[in-house]
C-alpha cells in the first residue's frame, strides 16, 4: 500500500473536505462519522471545522485533532 501527503485542504459543506495529495489526487473525504467519537468532537462548531489546515504529514485542527494521511487517501472519494 503506497502512502500518498496532503498538500491543500479545504472544508466543503456537511463536514467534508477536499484534499489534493501529492500525487495531484483531488479527493473529498467524510468527516462526519467520527464526529461521533469524542475526540472529533470540537469539529461539529463549523468554525472549528472550517479551521483545518496542512501540517508536514497530515492534516490538522487545533488542539491536535488530526487523520492518518493513509486513513484519508483510501477512506476518499475522487473529486470528480
Known sequence: MESHYPIEVA???????LITF???ERKIF???PYLD???FA???NPAVFESVKINPLTIEWAGGIDICPDELYYN???AG
Open 42 to 44: 470540537p469539529l461539529r
Open 30 to 32: 467524510d468527516v462526519a
Open 37 to 39: 467519537d469524542s475526540f
Open 11 to 17: 472544508p466543503l459543506a456537511r463536514y467534508k473536505l
Open 76 to 78: 476518499s472519494e475522487p
Open 22 to 24: 501529492d500525487n495531484k
